[in-house]
């Protein structure tokens, strides 16, 4: 078989032959491996989002939980725009940085972080006075705020689904 | 006060003491000794004073300190905290879009600042997530906690007050799982062990 290869190709085509299979192999083998990191690197995002969607869940049966506890004595108004304070930073986690560019990906999990951040921001309004004087809290604000979250609740409940599906 | 006038008043005694001057010399040593003394307790009182928070107090160090000012803490409004020199910090992360300039406090200037004597340091933040740095870290890189980015003042929704930042584009090697565990955001005490 060599010998007949010698006969019919010259030194020159068989070197030639020889680079451009080594070439090509060699370009198989790069692109697999970046093919790999890309990979990796898209997964890693992914538990990134499912991680700041478990805590953004987290963070807003926290406020639940201390709206609900406010009745009872056993929290203050400066525990509610605390806990605001962190729900709304893990919010903005979902629109800016490796996070951000994920979910830019991700319509159907970007439309329900944009729900969440309507209401989020509705909820901004109706704290503002609170700031000032936390004697505004009332039943009616209270319970508007307890809607608020039970709504929210739902959402992130969806969006810590969805991405757990997509994840998987 | 009280202690430097009775010092000046055992030194003006002493030098019209009848005594004989041997005794005469060993007074004026007594003396120097006592107000030896005298500087060496001001100055070290001085050194482990920490002036007490006037504001909301946004930062609690606990744990081996050697400086508080309540009780065993060393507690920090913002003011206390913008007196550290400020260092600036010109980075990317993986939280904000581009490059972001940071800037506060180098944490091993508020390690000295407490005079903390420990190995590890227990980060921990408003929602009570925490994690354990070794004191090396702020040797040997430049970590600040951030109060600004890009110049204005972090709040709490921006995950301020205090914002754990290590120079990720100067050493690319921080840029790893471990790393981004400890750069804690939303800082309010730090144990040092």
Redesign the interface.
Known sequence: MLAIIKVYFSRRARVATFSAILFFLSALTAGGVIFNRQHALENRLLENLLWAGYQYDREVRELRLILLEISSGNSSVDDILLRYEILFSRKTLFFQGDIGQVVHKLDHIGELIRQTEAIILEMDDLLVPLWENSAVLNNYLLTTLLDKTSLLQKLTGTILVETNTHVS | MRRRTMIHRQCHSAKVSPRPNVHHRSMGQKCRAYILVALLVLLSSHAIALDLPEGPVILVVSGKVGHTNVGNEAHFDKAMLEALTQHETLTH?????GEVRFSGPLGRDILEAVGAEGESLRVVA??DYASTLPISDFENFDVILAMQANGKTL?????GPLFVIYPFDQYPELLNEEILSRSV??VKRIDIN
């Open positions: 992360t993986p939280w904000y879009d408003l929602n709040r709490v929704r921006d995950h955001w939303q």
